[in-house]
């Protein structure tokens, strides 16, 4: 890891340390300033002198969100749709990236050409065309309405980062499976799925973010409160009550916590997605 | 909105509406806006992003090194609308960065930070600097450790410093990494919307109007379904001539 120069010189160590503590306190600021508000009386929000360490430590901002069905109903929500757009994207994707990685066809490279220019169409400009569509298909303010237009978004990442997982497992693999007289469905869940499964967690996980974190969408194809996922949820309470803030903070804190746990847990393969974004192709 | 999604008798008009977007004052300023937030967007993420790559990849103990690493990553982990509530609250005229300038003296009295027009846009660029400069540092720092030892060994023994070191051997094997980043970063940027319409909604005024808030009200505040088309087309096109970039790029390699 540590390349060119094995032994640091003390100055450029301490340098390198004050550098790095300046990188902590820029990073983790924000996060430590959101944890902080949302443990301590609506009161003390912007007491003066202002202390990282509430004066009274309290978790009543929690208490009142789980104590609220029309607070608890947005986590619900975006919880049933990042999880059903994920598993939907990682089947879908499944099936496209093998026939990709393992068939040639006509169009294959016009197709995959226009998959990775699909990833830069900017959402703002399929606002109007999907809204128009969900409310003539009745489908305006349902969990459809998301799941649809999410998987519109998610697939071509999906499908590309699949891909390209396959191509680098050997086509041998697939031949010892065809010759024992198995399907090729039976191929891909039996043989090339679990092997691969390293690089499908990694595409679940960035799925699983992006439908998390959508918001235009969100706002654009939902109506009622019934149906608002938790960065909607925080727009609406932000109209509503502007002043109650260690609350929105606990909802904020709520609302990162699952990106933020599996973060943690998964981090090796969250990193990998990341820069396969970029790097492979 | 009855007459536009179920219109039965559409009547055509050409290109009017584009003309029409096209002229008007508030969506030249929106593409500026959206140019200036897109290119220093980008331009800081890199430079932030090779920084703390840098930084990780110095010779430091490597328990520190993976706990720095989640803690520098974090800014990538929140929602759009979560980071636009707690830097509402930090930038708060009460709030702590307020409190902190006038305590060592910087600012006399209370900066309105996101409803000045002067400020405005530009703290919005650095929370959006701050929420992304992640993406690259990742990327950045896999490309650093991919860099072949030999290389830094042998230039060493040619005599070039470590700021030889850094432009002639590191910078050339990032460019790849680089150049993708950069495009794809400044063709998301350029599509910002959360951030800026849970901030300040595109004003005060509409000193942070940018293309997609700009579009946003013509759809659903002023039901201008025709105009507001016309406008999302010129974003896609914009869109198109970036991507066009980074396809290419993308085959290159």
């Known amino acids: 890891m540590t390349h060119s120069i094995k032994k640091q010189s003390m100055g450029r160590k301490i340098v390198t340390y004050f550098f790095l503590l300046l990188g902590v306190v820029f990073a983790a600021f924000p996060v430590v300033w959101l944890i902080s508000m949302s443990m301590r009386p609506n009161g003390e929000v912007f007491a003066t002198p202002p202390s990282v360490i509430p004066k009274v430590l309290t978790l009543g901002a929690y208490a009142k969100i789980f104590a609220s069905p029309e607070k608890i109903r947005f986590f619900i929500n975006s919880y049933v749709v990042a999880l059903i757009v994920t598993a939907c994207t990682l089947f879908i994707a499944m099936l496209t990236a093998y026939s990709f990685s393992r068939f040639t066809f006509k169009g294959k490279k016009l197709i995959n050409m226009l998959i990775i220019g699909t990833q830069t169409v900017p959402p703002i400009s399929l606002m109007i065309p999907y809204f128009g569509m969900m409310v003539a298909y009745r489908l305006y303010d349902t969990y459809f309405a998301l799941i649809f237009t999410y998987l519109a978004l998610t697939l071509p990442y999906a499908i590309l980062m699949m891909t390209g997982f396959f191509n680098t497992l050997p086509k041998a693999l697939d031949e010892a499976v065809l010759i024992d007289g198995g399907s090729r469905l039976l191929t891909l869940f039996r043989v090339i799925v679990p092997i691969s499964l390293p690089g499908i967690v990694s595409t679940g996980l960035y799925t699983f973010l992006l439908s998390w974190n959508e918001f235009l969408f969100a706002l654009t194809l939902t ?8 960065p909607i949820g925080i727009q609406l309470l932000m109209g509503q009550h502007t002043y109650e803030w260690n609350e929105m903070m606990a909802m904020s804190f709520l609302g990162s916590l699952p990106i933020m746990i599996l973060f ?18 | 909105m009855d007459n536009v999604i179920t219109n039965p008798d559409p009547q055509f008009v050409g290109l009017a509406h584009y003309k029409e977007v096209l002229s008007d004052a508030i969506f030249r300023s929106s593409v500026l806006h959206t140019l200036f937030f897109a290119f220093f967007s980008v331009l800081f993420h890199l430079i932030l992003g090779m920084l703390f790559a840098n930084l990780l990849n110095a010779d430091i103990n490597p328990s520190l090194r993976a706990v720095l690493r989640v803690i520098f990553i974090f800014p990538w982990l929140f929602t759009p609308a979560i980071i636009a509530i707690i830097w509402r609250l930090i930038l708060d005229p009460l709030g702590i960065v307020n409190y902190i300038l006038a305590s060592i003296g910087a600012i006399s009295g209370v900066v309105e930070w996101l409803s000045n027009e002067k400020t405005a846009l530009l703290v919005l660029t650095f929370i959006n600097i701050w929420n992304g400069y992640p993406f690259y540092m990742v990327s950045l720092l896999a490309g650093l450790q991919g860099v ?9 023994i040619d005599g070039a410093n470590g700021r030889q070191r850094f432009l ?6 990032l460019m790849p990494i680089i150049l993708s980043l950069s495009i794809l970063d400044f063709i998301w940027t350029m599509q910002v919307f959360p951030l800026i319409w849970m901030t300040t909604g595109g004003g005060p005024g509409h000193a942070t109007e940018v293309m997609a808030t700009y579009t946003y ?35 290159i390699r």
Do not use: C, D
């Open chain 2, 148 to 156: 072949p030892n030999q290389q830094y060994e042998a230039a060493l």
């Open chain 2, 217 to 251: 009200k013509l759809t659903f505040l002023q039901f201008e379904f025709s105009k507001a088309s016309a406008s999302a087309m010129v974003i896609l096109l914009l869109s198109m001539l970036m991507s066009i970039f980074y396809v290419r790029q993308q085959r």
């Open chain 1, 264 to 281: 943690l847990i998964f981090q090796r393969y969250f990193l990998a997605g990341m820069s396969a974004g970029s790097v492979k192709s």
């Open chain 2, 168 to 173: 002639f051997i590191t910078i050339p094997h």
């Open chain 1, 223 to 230: 109506k009622s409160n019934e149906m608002a996922t938790v």
